[in-house]
Nanobody, 125 residues
Framework: QVQLVESGGGLVQAGGSPRLSCAAS????????IAWFRQAPGKEREFVAA????????LYGDSVKGRSTISRDNAKNTVYLQMNSLKPEDTAVYYC??????????????????WGQGTQVTVSS
């Protein structure tokens, strides 16, 4: 049974730098692209960042590009999202998701087979 468990969210002041973690089990971790998405109230789920199974390639959404870094530790089956210079508009539930690795890094929600329960990040101004 595949499980993805996010952690590291909470209440953060504007300008803060939280690090989110996504711990995976039940899958061959290095064979999966791991992505972060986020969803704010009343909005669609939005692509944030993703990393290929080997860690050799990453992709970022426009909303966080230059302010976030995604990385992975395949020995620990964990992916990290280091976020910097947070703004109130970054407030959302952050989800990690897994898709089989391949040529492309997908940004569409529908391409990801497994999802975590999400972790709330609230940025106060």
């Amino acid at each position: 049974q595949v499980q993805l468990v996010e952690s590291g969210g909470g209440l953060v002041q504007a300008g803060g730098s939280p690090r989110l973690s996504c711990a995976a089990s039940g899958l061959t971790f290095s064979s999966y692209i791991i992505a972060w998405f986020r969803q704010a109230p009343g909005k669609e789920r939005e692509f944030v960042a993703a990393i290929k199974g080997s860690g050799s390639s990453t992709l970022y959404g426009d909303s966080v590009k230059g302010r976030s870094t995604i990385s992975r530790d395949n020995a620990k089956n964990t992916v990290y999202l280091q976020m910097n210079s947070l703004k109130p508009e970054d407030t959302a539930v952050y989800y990690c998701a897994a898709a089989p690795d391949g040529l492309w890094i997908w940004v569409q929600v529908s391409k990801y087979d497994y999802w975590g329960q999400g972790t709330q990040v609230t940025v106060s101004s």
